[in-house]
């Protein structure tokens, strides 16, 4: 598995601004769209190009454009729809599937309570957007799911990852490439990411 971590110093920026307590619900929102359109940046950028005859104002040529079928975005409900508007932002004309899982608090295991997914997306590439990436455990979950719905080719991109998860991930699915805007210290007794930015569908959402 191929962990990239984005080493972008306006990157570093927004998310420490975004870790921080007293970030607004609406600029918490607004970061998140930022930062996830930049990590859909880097994510793409391996995307396979063809060329096509265009014409310009001045003269006809070849340029490149993505090649084969058009991307698809997969959110982990609920936190997951912060990142999309930013990758979508980039990506306009991506499909876009939901998995809806939440974490019992006892066990921290994922319930799965909605899925909906496009009917070809065995034929897509698939960028699965997800905030954090702390257990591991609905990352699991997902991932197992689009695999059993034909899905061969698959990234993971998270704003913030925990050790633990990314070894979770490892472990259970070696072939999918995970890029995070950053790697913290480690999981605390609750399953939440030290030091992190605390539960991001919370703050995305103002429920909390």
């Known amino acids: 598995m191929t962990v990239h971590v984005i080493d972008h110093p306006l990157l570093k920026h927004k998310l420490t601004y975004l870790r921080m307590q007293e970030t607004t619900t609406d600029n918490f929102r607004r970061l998140v769209r930022e930062i996830a359109a930049m990590l859909a940046y880097e994510v793409t950028r391996d995307l396979a190009t063809e060329s ?8 006809t040529t070849r340029a490149p454009v993505i090649a084969g079928k058009k991307l698809c975005l997969v959110s982990i409900l609920r936190a997951g729809n912060g990142m ?3 990758m979508i932002d980039l990506l306009p004309g991506a499909r876009v599937g939901h998995i809806g899982l939440y974490r019992d608090p006892a066990t ?3 319930v799965e309570y909605y899925v909906k997914l496009p009917e070809d997306i065995g034929e897509r590439l698939v960028i699965v957007v997800d905030p954090m990436l702390a257990t591991g455990n609905s990352a699991l979950a997902a991932l197992s799911r689009l695999k059993g719905a034909g899905v061969t080719s698959m990234k993971l991109v998270n704003l913030l990852a925990a050790p633990e998860g990314l070894r979770a991930v490892q472990a259970a699915h070696p072939d999918v490439p995970i890029t995070v805007a950053a790697v913290d210290e480690r999981l605390n007794e609750h399953g939440y990411i030290v030091p992190g930015l605390g ?3 919370d703050r995305i959402f103002g429920t909390k």
């Open 52 to 59: 096509i005859a265009i014409t310009t104002p001045v003269a």
């Open 84 to 86: 999309l508007d930013g």
């Open 108 to 110: 921290l295991e994922p």
């Open 199 to 201: 539960d991001a569908g």
